[in-house]
């Protein structure tokens, strides 16, 4: 209220702030950023993030439910009280995996975020080898023999759990060499005497998994980034053609872009696009608009066809847009194309959208969230 009262916040600013009264450092992030053009995505990624908290305590609290207990970061490496799942064998001298996992109180979990493949209409898993992904944005294209084309499927945010074992006796299981050796279970000394040519194996795919897991970490973050500026720039765009009259060089922008493009109005996704940025039920009731002009409405049907251009471009530039900023054969015009248009037209670019524009990049984008992640 003193922000408001001093006009350091418009009241469209403090009304959004109100969301996040309870969200512990959110204030001292979203006041500096008031008044400024990066208001907005600040905003939607506080939105975004708290509905990916919102998630993880909802699968955590499917866990205790069960009985399990959920841990709130990963344990002290060769630690004897919790051990990973993948450092446990089972009676049969086998790796122990997840049907080890039966009498939930000797047992906790780190869940981490991750995406998994569903099918669009029965919600069943996908692998991602089953994709014919040549198919992405081409819905005439015949997929390979054997695959689905990539329009079948979609792809959700899931919290996938990591095993420890609280009790690795009590559940009938044994620690492997490695982590023996390591936790001190038996004699370190002559351990490190005599080296086991497995160590160094065992070091390597380790190092290997970490930075598999470390680069996985920045996709989700990024991916999540980029769903929140998705929402502000479709926000933008919708408002945009609201207009009666075409911005500045939007002519010449569409007929470069059909001139290089002809595949870009048909697109997957680029009729439901355009009818939503719109704000119309369908790609029936777009042609519908053209059809209902007025004599003297050339204005606004050149701002409809800007919509189709427009609309077909931000169905090709989704969260994840930032992991393929060049355009493939079949996308002779580009997100970061699209998105300096929209700059140029007055909207303020995200950094994951300054990924696309090549204007940064991912890792520098990734540390800074990272770093301001932990100041709040």
């Not at 408001?4 to 950023?33: N, R």
């Not at 023996?180 to 005497?193: E, F, L, V």
């Not at 002009?293 to 251009?309: D, F, I, K, S």
Request: hydrophobic fraction near 40%.
């Amino acid at each position: 209220m003193a922000a408001l009262a001093d006009g350091q916040l418009s009241l469209t600013e403090a009304a959004a702030i109100t969301e996040f009264e309870d969200t512990p450092g959110a204030l001292e992030w979203l006041l500096p950023a008031a008044g400024t053009r990066r208001f907005d995505h600040t905003v939607a990624q506080l939105r975004q993030e708290r509905a990916s908290a919102d998630a993880e305590a909802q699968a955590a609290q499917a866990f205790r439910e069960r009985g399990v207990t959920v841990l709130d970061q990963r344990p002290r490496a060769w630690d004897e009280a919790c051990i990973g799942l993948r450092h446990l064998t089972t009676p049969d001298g086998h790796t122990a995996d997840e049907r080890a996992v039966t009498e939930p109180a000797h047992w906790a979990v780190l869940l981490f975020e991750d995406t998994v493949l569903q099918d669009s209409q029965t919600g069943e898993l996908v692998d991602d080898d089953a994709v014919d992904w040549d198919t992405r944005d081409r819905p005439e294209a015949t997929p390979a023999e054997g695959l689905r084309h990539a329009r079948t499927v979609t792809d959700v945010t899931v919290f996938v759990p990591e095993y420890f074992c609280l009790d690795h006796r009590a559940a009938a299981l044994t620690p492997d060499s490695r982590f023996i050796r390591y936790a001190g279970m038996n004699d370190t000394d002559s351990a490190a005497a005599d080296p086991d040519p497995q160590d160094a194996r065992d070091n390597s795919a380790a190092e290997n998994a970490e930075a598999a897991t470390s680069e996985r970490r920045k996709v989700l973050a990024l991916s999540r980034l980029g769903e929140a500026t998705l929402r502000v720039r479709r926000e933008f765009t919708t408002k945009l053609l609201a207009r009666k009259t075409p911005p500045k060089g939007a002519a010449r922008f569409v007929a470069d872009c059909l001139a290089r493009d002809s595949y870009l109005l048909t697109n997957h996704s680029a009729p439901s696009t355009t009818a939503a940025l719109l704000g119309v039920d369908g790609p029936d009731a777009v042609a519908a608009l053209v059809t209902q002009l007025p004599a003297n409405g050339e204005g606004r049907a050149q701002v409809l066809t800007l919509a189709l251009v427009l609309g077909a471009l931000e169905a090709r530039t989704s969260k994840d847009a930032w992991r393929n900023a060049t355009p493939s054969w079949a996308h002779h015009v580009s997100g970061a194309e699209y998105v300096r248009w929209l700059a140029d037209n007055g909207y303020t670019l995200a950094a994951v959208e300054e990924i696309v524009t090549g204007a940064t990049t991912a890792d520098e984008v990734y540390d800074n969230y990272v770093a301001a992640a932990a100041t709040r």
